[in-house]
């Protein structure tokens, strides 16, 4: 299992959300953080979703 953890910070009406090693997106709610973190690293290291672990870190 791949393990990362990811900072998400509000700016303004969105999310914006970093991997480090991976990248970034954003997303438009606190409830969709999770959820787009995971589908990043699954768009940026093609391993699949249950094979990934992220914990988010709210700042």
């Known amino acids: ?31 969709d953080v999770h959820e787009m973190a995971v589908d990043l690293v699954v768009a940026m290291t093609h391993v699949a979703a249950e094979d990934v672990r992220v914990d988010v870190r709210i700042v």
């Open 1 to 31: 299992m791949a393990s990362y953890t990811a900072t998400a910070i509000c700016e303004g009406d969105h999310w914006v959300i970093d991997v480090p090693g991976v990248g970034t997106t954003e997303a438009g709610s606190v409830d």
